[in-house]
């Protein structure tokens, strides 16, 4: 309030300004009432002084407080930074742990198709086998069938041969007989 520039220094008001101003100072103050004007001056720039040094410590104090806050803010977005990163190197970890496993997954299917499809190849390579197998007996039992057909045959054919022949010499022997 001292040396503003809005008051003018010629003014009649600002003596009664400060004389107001100093009669509250020693009631706030308990200054005694005929305390001379000078020192109450005095005590009351000490006391601003004082009162500007405290508003300067609990200033310095609270930037102080502002930058431990600050400082726990970043301690504790790094942290959370850090536990993020953490996160994700589990979650890539996981990611990539699951992708080992479906493609062993994947390799074991593989395989065991593998191993099915060589059963059934195996299986097929049998039955072909079989089958064959089955063919040869049938062509064998056949050739036998065909060679028992021409035995018979054979068989029969003699039989008629030697009818006939049996025939003629009857025949013959009648006829001899007759000439006799």
């Known amino acids: 309030m001292y040396t503003c520039e809005l008051w003018h220094s010629d003014d009649c008001k600002i003596s009664d300004f400060c ?9 706030i103050w308990n200054v005694p009432y005929n305390t001379h004007c000078e020192l109450l001056y005095c005590e009351l720039l000490y006391c601003e002084l004082l009162y500007c040094e405290l508003l ?7 930037e102080l407080l502002y930058c431990e806050l600050f400082y726990c803010e970043l301690l504790h977005c790094e942290l959370l ?3 993020l990163l953490y996160c994700e190197l ?11 496993y479906c493609e062993l997954l994947y390799c074991e299917l593989l395989y065991c198709e593998l191993l099915y499809c060589e059963l059934l190849y195996c299986e097929l390579l049998y039955c072909e086998l079989l089958y ?9 039992y056949c050739e036998l069938l065909y060679c028992e057909l021409l035995y018979c ?3 029969y054919c003699e039989l008629l041969y030697c009818e006939v022949l049996y025939c003629e010499l009857f025949y013959c022997e009648l006829l001899y007989c007759a000439m006799i």
């Not at 004389?19 to 009631?27: D, E, L």
């Not at 589990?90 to 080992?100: A, F, H, K, V």
């Open 90 to 100: 589990l979650y890539c970890e996981l990611l990539y742990c699951e992708l080992l």
């Open 81 to 83: 930074y850090c536990e």
């Open 19 to 27: 004389i107001a101003r100093r009669k509250a100072s020693r009631r």
């Open 56 to 62: 300067h410590c609990e200033l310095l104090y609270c």
């Open 132 to 140: 064959c197998e089955l063919l040869y007996c049938e062509l064998l």
């Open 153 to 155: 045959e054979l068989l």
